[in-house]
């Protein structure tokens, strides 16, 4: 059974800065790839950003190309988030997700494994 634990959330003013963590456990990774998403109020998860665990590829949602950076590190079995340039309407809970074939870990409704989520809240 795969366990995804996320942290680093917190309130940050717009323009500022944070780097969200997802440290997962539970089986070897080294085929899975792993995903971002993000729920803000009132609205549907979205996908965020995605990464092989080789890393050999990525992928963005357009709303945060140019912004955020997902990267992973092998040996802590953890991957990142840093997101630079956060805006207000970045504000949501962020959920860590992974999955062992590519196309599904980009999809909120395919991806097979989920954390509880950590909350960034940009203010204005």
């Known amino acids: 059974q795969v366990q995804l634990v996320e942290s680093g959330g917190g309130l940050v003013q717009a323009g500022g800065s944070l780097r969200l963590s997802c440290a997962a456990s539970?089986?070897?990774?080294?085929?899975?790839?792993m995903g971002w998403f993000r729920q803000a109020p009132g609205k549907e998860r979205e996908f965020v950003a995605a990464?092989?665990?080789?890393?050999?590829?990525?992928n963005y949602a357009d709303s945060v190309k140019g912004r955020f950076t997902i990267s992973r590190d092998i040996p802590k079995n953890t991957v990142y988030l840093q997101m630079n340039s956060l805006r207000p309407e970045d504000t949501g809970v962020y959920y860590c997700?992974?999955?062992?074939?590519?196309?599904?870990?980009?999809?909120?409704?395919?991806?097979?494994?989920w954390g509880q989520g950590t909350q960034v809240t940009v203010s204005s």
């Open positions: 997700a992974a999955d062992s074939l590519w196309h599904r870990v980009l999809d909120v409704t395919t991806a097979g494994y």
């Open positions: 539970g089986r070897t990774f080294s085929s899975y790839a």
């Open positions: 990464i092989r665990w080789s890393g050999s590829s990525t």
